[in-house]
């Protein structure tokens, strides 16, 4: 489990060592089992795309600690390339909650997120990201850019990385695997 970003060094009293690491592990907490929680139910989302013929990505957003969008990525059923699993629960929690800021959410996705994803998330101001699998190819977080945590935006995010990682990037693998 590692976490990023700007509340990690502003919370770095608690344990001063965190402060001079820009990825730091952190000591599994409730908080912890809870993302633990809400990434298995991304995952189930990212195995229903597959078996619907999609990269099987999965994500959510919690607000008030319960889930107010669910979906897999629908790119190639729904002909849109903009249709990430992202895209679609930021949308969708938008139109819920009446508002297109999603102050106090978290964004909860298997994979890291792409640059168009991360950028909406900027534009949604959204506070909080977990995902599980590193994007070597792609990742828009920290493996390709540092879209979420560039210096010239006034946004920035709380950022979790390494959710179930496994489970989430073993599913991409049985899923590309099976095509080759
Ligand atoms: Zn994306």
């Given at each position: 489990?590692?976490?990023?970003?700007?509340?990690?060094?502003?919370?770095?009293?608690?344990?001063?060592?965190?402060?001079?690491?820009?990825?730091?592990?952190?000591?599994?907490?409730?908080?912890?089992?809870?993302?633990?929680?809400?990434?298995?139910?991304?995952?189930?989302?990212?195995?229903?795309?597959?078996?619907?013929?999609?990269?099987?990505?999965?994500?959510?957003?919690?607000?008030?600690?319960?889930?107010?969008?669910?979906?897999?990525?629908?790119?190639?059923?729904?002909?849109?390339?903009?249709?990430?699993?992202?895209?679609?629960?930021?949308?969708?929690?938008?139109?819920?909650?009446?508002?297109?800021?999603?102050?106090?959410?978290?964004?909860?996705?298997?994979?890291?997120?792409?640059?168009?994803c991360a950028g909406a998330m900027i534009q949604a101001r959204i506070p909080r990201l977990a995902y599980g699998a590193d994007d070597p190819k792609g990742g828009a977080v920290r493996s390709c850019f540092e879209v979420l945590t560039h210096d010239k935006l006034n946004h920035q995010v709380e950022i979790v990385s390494?959710?179930?990682?496994?489970?989430?990037?073993?599913?991409?693998?049985?899923?590309?695997?099976?095509?080759?």
């Amino acid at each position: 489990m590692l976490r990023i970003g700007m509340r990690l060094r502003a919370s770095g009293n608690r344990c001063p060592v965190l402060t001079s690491l820009p990825y730091a592990h952190v000591i599994l907490s409730r908080r912890v089992e809870n993302e633990t929680q809400f990434m298995q139910l991304a995952l189930e989302e990212a195995a229903a795309a597959a078996a619907a013929g999609e990269v099987p990505i999965g994500a959510l957003i919690v607000y008030d600690s319960k889930v107010l969008a669910i979906s897999g990525n629908r790119t190639i059923r729904d002909c849109d390339p903009t249709a990430h699993a992202e895209i679609i629960v930021i949308r969708e929690a938008a139109r819920l909650l009446g508002n297109y800021r999603l102050a106090g959410t978290t964004l909860y996705v298997t994979l890291e997120p792409c640059s168009m994803c991360a950028g909406a998330m900027i534009q949604a101001r959204i506070p909080r990201l977990a995902y599980g699998a590193d994007d070597p190819k792609g990742g828009a977080v920290r493996s390709c850019f540092e879209v979420l945590t560039h210096d010239k935006l006034n946004h920035q995010v709380e950022i979790v990385s390494g959710v179930l990682a496994s489970e989430c990037a073993s599913l991409l693998q049985a899923f590309f695997a099976a095509r080759r």
